[in-house]
C-alpha cells in the first residue's frame, strides 16, 4: 500500500460526458502527478501539482483539467469525453525530498 | 515524444533465469528510474540512478546508466515468478518526468 489513495476505482460514462477523478496523496506530500495509461500510448505524465500550484504539464488535453486543493487532495476533471479517453489514470505524490513516486491504484475509464 | 524507449517489448524467460531490459532516452536527464507494474496495478517504484552514477544495485536489482550513448539497463537476477510484471524506465529532467511504454517480463514455472 503505497498510502496514495483514489476514488472511484472504475468509472463507466458515456461519450460526452464529463468525470472527476480524486486522489488523496501520501500524508505530508505536496507533490501530486497524474497520468493517463492506455495501451497505445503507454504511460503518459498529465500535469503536476505542488503545495495548491501548477507546476508541469505534459500531455494534457485541453479537455482535461487539474486542481489541488488546500488540503493537498487533487481532482483531475475529464470533459467531453471521446471514446479514446479509455484508460487507466493514475495519480502520484512526492515529498520534497523524494525523488521517486509514490503511485495510487489508478481509476479504469471505460468510455462507451 | 517518449523520452523513455524499453526494450525488449515482452520477454519470457525460465524461473531462475536472469532478466534485463534496456532503457533508451533522448535529452540529458537528471536521474533515471525503473518501476514496476503488475497487471492493472499502480507502479512501484524499484530503483533510482543519478546522472552522475554508472551502476547501482538493490537486491536482486542491478542497474546501470550510460549517459553518453542515453541508455539504461536493468538486470533481475534470479528470476521469481512473482518478478512477472512490466517495467517501466523514467527519465527525470528537472521536474518532468517521462514514462517509456515498458518491458512486459513473464517468468516461465
Known amino acids: 500500500d503505497s498510502g496514495v489513495t483514489q476514488t472511484p476505482k472504475h468509472l463507466i460514462t458515456a461519450t460526452g460526458q464529463r468525470v472527476t477523478l480524486r486522489c488523496s496523496p501520501r500524508?505530508?506530500?505536496?507533490?501530486v502527478y497524474w497520468y493517463q495509461q492506455s495501451l497505445d500510448q503507454g504511460l503518459q505524465f498529465l500535469i503536476q501539482?505542488?503545495?495548491?500550484?501548477?507546476?508541469a504539464k505534459g500531455n494534457i488535453l485541453e479537455r482535461f483539467s487539474a486542481q489541488q486543493f488546500p488540503d493537498l487532495h487533487s481532482e483531475l476533471n475529464l470533459s467531453s469525453l471521446e471514446l479514446g479517453d479509455s484508460a487507466l489514470y493514475f495519480c502520484?505524490?512526492?515529498?520534497?525530498?523524494?525523488?521517486?513516486?509514490?503511485f495510487g491504484p489508478g481509476t479504469r475509464l471505460t468510455v462507451t | 515524444s517518449q523520452q523513455g524507449e524499453e526494450d525488449p517489448q515482452a520477454l519470457s524467460i525460465q524461473e531462475g533465469e536472469n532478466a534485463t531490459m534496456n532503457c533508451s532516452y533522448k535529452?540529458?536527464?537528471?536521474?533515471l528510474q525503473w518501476y514496476r507494474q503488475n497487471s492493472g496495478r499502480g507502479l512501484v517504484h524499484l530503483i533510482l540512478?543519478?546522472?552522475?552514477?554508472r551502476e547501482k544495485h538493490s537486491g536482486r536489482l542491478r542497474v546501470t546508466l550510460d549517459t553518453s550513448k542515453k541508455s539504461s539497463s536493468l538486470l533481475i537476477t534470479a528470476s521469481r515468478a512473482a518478478d512477472t510484471a512490466s517495467y517501466f524506465c523514467?527519465?527525470?529532467?528537472?521536474?518532468?518526468?517521462?514514462f517509456g511504454k515498458g518491458t512486459r517480463l513473464h517468468i516461465l514455472p
Open positions: 535529452t540529458s536527464i537528471n536521474n
Open positions: 501539482y505542488y503545495n495548491g500550484e501548477e507546476r
Open positions: 523514467a527519465a527525470t529532467k528537472n521536474d518532468k518526468i517521462i
Open positions: 540512478i543519478r546522472s552522475n552514477e
Open positions: 502520484a505524490s512526492n515529498g520534497e525530498m523524494d525523488l521517486e513516486q509514490y
Open positions: 500524508s505530508g506530500d505536496l507533490s
